[in-house]
Each structure stands twice: as structure tokens, then as C-alpha cells.
């Protein structure tokens, strides 16, 4: 097999493709480093909650520290869970058009070279984890088992975004666990808010591949929602920004983050203006703006902390 027909169908003249040796270059697709949206997408409620704790701690001495260590585990542990992933979906990728082309259903790996891999990217994961106080590796082991079912989940429920909303929100306790030792209302309340966050970004995802999961029979909020996507979101996003404000308050946030969460609103609230369904394109790029969107809150966030640490 060529390098070019190994490329990923949906992801191709990134890096991996251009830079990275030929021998990694499966187990890079494997880990979604030629598309890191993902693991951007899982970073931002980490970073949003080290940043809230840190301004109610009025402490921001360690926040430099923690940032680089949610950013290496985001990023591991998406691998990981991307790898997980396409372990469990090997037979179902093969027979959709975005997805026949990944490392595994394509050959380009074996399955137990992905599971040796998979094995490899959770260790380096417990080494980030291991920084932190007893209470916090506890926390983050716990996040494995929504983890573990959510790959199951779009066989047997419309609502996988859910799970996936559970297991991508995660960091949103995280923060706090690192930061205090334990999980207050605010930071369950911030959880809740990232988690309608993931439902509606993810629902817009699942829209570039509704025809094909209709005819294998895979189940989304993007089947479910169908021509209602756009109340939907206004639904999702709506409560998102609801409960993240309600976090707010809850954590005595100041004008910058109060700022920063209306930034990340009208984002939100553009996607569903600007939303086509019919459009797969136009969906991917929506969804990959929510990186965008997560920054605008965490730049408000990380700047209250530093005021009320000053």
C-alpha cells in the first residue's frame, strides 16, 4: 500500500502525512495527531476548571504547571482513546466512506499493534497523572470506565454524545481536584455545563456521516435530531452557557471571565446561525470552531485568576 492510499480519507497534507517517518505514521493516524481537534476539544474544560479553581484559590503559582500537564495528558489520553476507539469500530469503519481508510480497517496496523500502542499511550498518561495529589489520580482514573463503554455506546442508545460528553467534560473536575483535593458544586455545576457543550458540537460532527450510520444502523443526536438540530442546539448550547455561568457565580468570577463567556456564547450562538446539516463541510469546520470557542472562555478565565491572585 502506497503512503498516499494509506492517507485518512478526511485528514490528508497535515503533518504526519508530509513530515512524520513512514513507520509512525499509522500509529500518529491511530492517535488522531494528524487531527488534533480532538484532543484541543478535550483540553479546554481541563484548562477552564485549573483556571476557576486557581482564581477561587487566589493562587496562581502552580496554574503554568498544571496547564502543561492537562496539555500533555489531553492529548495522550485522547490517543488513547481514539486508539481504543478504532479497536472496537474496526468492522464498522470498513463500511463507512469518511472512515474505511484508518489504520485499522485499511491494514496499515494490526490489531494487537494497536493494542500494544493503546497500552503504551496509557502508561505515559499515568505518569502525568502521578504529579498530582492522591485525590486527583483517583479522579482521572475513574474517567476510564465512561472511556472504556462509550465506543458501545451508538450501538444501543441515540444519545452516545451524552457519553461522550461525560468522558471529553471530564477535565472540568479535574481542575479542581488538582487544585483543592476535592469536588465542590461549582466544579459539578461547570461539568454539567461542558457536557451540554460536547452534545451539541458533537451532534454537528455526527451530521458528516448521518447517511452511512443510517444504512449500518449507528445511532446519533444527529440522526435523532434530524431537521431539528438547529432547536437542538439552541437547547444544548443555551444550557451550556447557563450552567457555565452559574459555575461562574458560583466560583465569585470576576468581569474577565463574565467577558469571556459571552465571547464564547455569540461563538455558539454563530455555529447554529451559520449550520447547514446538508452541508458535511461546513459541519467540520462548525465543529472544529469550537476550539476557538473553548479559548475565548479559558483567556477570560486564566485572566480573573491572575487578577484575583495579583
Given amino acids: 500500500m502506497s503512503d498516499t492510499s494509506a492517507r485518512v480519507a478526511d485528514s490528508t497534507g497535515n503533518w504526519v502525512d508530509t513530515l512524520a517517518p513512514p513507520w509512525a505514521r499509522p500509529y500518529l493516524r491511530l492517535s488522531r495527531f494528524d487531527r488534533p481537534i480532538g484532543s484541543w476539544l478535550l483540553l479546554m474544560p481541563c484548562l477552564w476548571s485549573a483556571a476557576l479553581a486557581a482564581g477561587m484559590a487566589h493562587d496562581v503559582y502552580r496554574l503554568p504547571l498544571v496547564i502543561v500537564l492537562f496539555f500533555i495528558g489531553a492529548f495522550v489520553m485522547r490517543g488513547a482513546g481514539c486508539t481504543w476507539n478504532d479497536i472496537t469500530d474496526r468492522d464498522l469503519d470498513d463500511k463507512v466512506e469518511r472512515t474505511r481508510s484508518r489504520p485499522l480497517p485499511s491494514g496499515q496496523v494490526t490489531t494487537r499493534q494497536a493494542l500494544a500502542f493503546l497500552v503504551a499511550q496509557a502508561l505515559i498518561g499515568l505518569v502525568v497523572l502521578l504529579q498530582f495529589n492522591r485525590f486527583a489520580i483517583l479522579t482521572g482514573v475513574a474517567s476510564l470506565l465512561i472511556v472504556a463503554i462509550y465506543p458501545f455506546m451508538k ?69 435523532l435530531f434530524g431537521a431539528h438540530t438547529h432547536q437542538a ?78
Fill in 155 to 223: 450501538r444501543i442508545t441515540w444519545w452516545p454524545q451524552i457519553v461522550l460528553g461525560l468522558a471529553f467534560s471530564w477535565g472540568a473536575l479535574m481542575g479542581f481536584a488538582v487544585t483543592f483535593g476535592h469536588i465542590d458544586v461549582t466544579a459539578l455545576v461547570l461539568y454539567a455545563g461542558a457536557i451540554s457543550w460536547v452534545i451539541g458540537y458533537d451532534t454537528i460532527y455526527a451530521h458528516q456521516d448521518a447517511e452511512d450510520d443510517a444504512l449500518i444502523g449507528i445511532k446519533s443526536t444527529a440522526r
Fill in 233 to 310: 442546539l439552541i437547547l444544548f448550547y443555551g444550557l451550556s452557557v447557563m450552567l457555565i455561568g452559574v459555575a461562574l457565580a458560583s466560583g465569585d468570577a470576576r468581569w474577565p471571565a463574565w467577558i469571556g463567556l459571552a465571547a464564547f456564547a455569540m461563538h455558539l450562538a454563530s455555529q447554529i446561525v451559520r449550520l447547514n446539516i446538508s452541508d458535511p463541510l461546513l459541519c467540520k469546520r462548525l465543529f472544529y470552531s469550537n476550539r476557538d470557542a473553548g479559548l475565548l472562555l479559558f483567556a477570560g478565565l486564566l485572566t480573573d485568576a491572575v487578577m484575583r491572585a495579583a
